[in-house]
């Protein structure tokens, strides 16, 4: 059965912390700023046509940290998760704000990502990380070595030297 719920917040001594599917709301230029600003090595130079195209094709899920009337409120946490809805789901952009890490943003939003109905019937969930591995294995997630098949990719700057992209 689809589990539409929402996590539950998460109660901290700054405030609430409310997580919602901002995918058709947030404004792409909020986005940048976040990112921007939390000094996020892989999204330095993320332009905003690049942040609506990503809105566009996967879901934004977000924690904030609510002022008083329980509305709105800083953003300080983002899971996007992409998927074909048959085969396979990916996630990216897992961050959470320096001021609130370690009470458990990044692991209820990765949760959440993980039985998100926008994400359809997949069959697996990949990411890729450089340190922050131990978030990721309390869920099940292997390194690609103790896999039985390796993980390829290539950059779309080298096919535009080999001729193969414009
Ligand atoms: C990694 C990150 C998203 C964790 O966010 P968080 O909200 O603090 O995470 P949680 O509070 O849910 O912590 C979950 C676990 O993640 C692990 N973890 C947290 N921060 C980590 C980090 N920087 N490196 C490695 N592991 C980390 C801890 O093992 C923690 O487990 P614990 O609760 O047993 O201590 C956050 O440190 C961050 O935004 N880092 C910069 C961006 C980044 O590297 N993102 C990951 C991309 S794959």
Known sequence: MTDLSTP???VSAKGQVAFADE???IDPKELQIFFQAEAVFWTANR???????LLACSR??????????GKGGRLV???RVWSDQAYEAKLYDVVTAKDMMG???????VEWSLRHPGVGDVQRFVLETRDAMNLYTRFGFKRSE?????HMRVDAAELHERG???
């Open 47 to 53: 332009t905003l046509k690049q942040w609506r195209h």
């Open 146 to 150: 103790e896999l039985e098949t390796v």
């Open 77 to 79: 946490g983002t899971t």
């Open 103 to 109: 009470l458990g943003i990044a692991t209820t939003l």
């Open 60 to 69: 934004l899920l977000t924690a904030r940290l609510q002022p008083g009337d």
């Open 23 to 25: 995918t058709w709301s």
């Open 164 to 166: 193969l992209r414009q």
């Open 8 to 10: 539950q917040p998460i």
